[in-house]
């Protein structure tokens, strides 16, 4: 598969994420797609990252911000809250993973948790 025939797999998983997110009631803001090799350096310089190959610089990598939904004691939406607890964000990792044996999510690195980020590895 070409680079571009990639990006659009990837873009097409992510789209179906977030659409399994908006099912289970969440919502789910862009975060970082495109990252230059000179703020890839910066990341790893500050411990942000721990490489300088990341799937980001391909347009392959995505971090999402997700939005949880709060809900009062009468089971009514009170708002959509940020988080990125591990916990939360897992059956959204596992739903990823299962899309395609390509796709990576970020919680299940072994050395470095990256909650957020996901990616789809060539």
Do not use: C
Request: net charge positive; glycine share 6%.
């Amino acid at each position: 598969m070409s680079l571009s025939d990639e990006q659009w797999a990837f873009l097409q998983d992510v789209s179906k994420l977030i659409e399994y997110a908006k099912q289970k009631g969440w919502k789910i803001t862009g975060g970082e797609l495109y990252r230059t090799p000179e703020q890839q350096e910066i990341y790893v310089k500050t411990g942000r990252s721990k490489t300088y190959n990341s799937y980001h610089l391909k347009r392959l990598a995505i971090d999402l911000n997700f939005f949880k939904p709060i809900y009062d004691e009468n089971g009514k939406l009170i708002k959509h809250q940020l988080t990125w607890n591990y916990e939360d964000i897992k059956p959204f990792g596992e739903y990823w993973e299962s899309l395609s044996p390509k796709n990576r999510w970020g919680g299940n690195f072994r050395t470095f948790k990256d909650i957020p980020h996901f990616e789809r590895k060539v």
